[in-house]
């Protein structure tokens, strides 16, 4: 991912609320829980188009996805397979997920079920 912590790219430690535990220069570690998330440079930033990242995040995604909005972020849409989209929260029966890319378009994944 190009220039993680710069402009957009304070996506992980002002938006997300991750703290920032390394500084590799070419490379960032944030912890998230009890596991942590590395950032990198790559000129292959955003081909990607499926998940890049997934959390579990339990009953918050609603939560979570207000505090997104509040702050700017868009919430992708793809309700193909969801009972409906309510303010780019995805309800299929009791699970709720939501999408966003970070600054460099790679899609970042939230959901009330497993992230495994």
């Known amino acids: 991912m190009r220039q993680p ?3 957009k790219g304070l996506l992980y430690e002002s938006i997300l609320g991750l703290p920032l535990l390394a500084d590799h220069g ?3 570690v944030y912890g998230t829980g009890a596991t942590k998330l590395n950032v990198y440079l790559s000129d292959y ?3 990607n188009r499926a998940n890049a990242v ?3 995040v339990g009953d918050e995604v ?3 996805a207000a505090d997104l909005r509040a702050k700017g972020v ?4 793809y309700p193909e397979g969801f009972d409906r989209v309510i ?3 995805h309800v299929r029966g009791a699970l709720r997920v939501i999408w966003f890319k970070d600054p460099d378009g790679n899609i970042l994944h939230l ?3 497993s992230a495994n």
């Open 5 to 7: 912590r710069s402009g």
């Open 26 to 28: 070419n490379g960032f």
């Open 45 to 47: 930033a955003s081909t």
């Open 54 to 56: 997934i959390w579990a």
């Open 62 to 64: 609603e939560t979570i």
């Open 74 to 77: 868009t919430l992708d849409e």
């Open 87 to 89: 303010d780019g929260v």
């Open 111 to 113: 959901t009330s079920g």
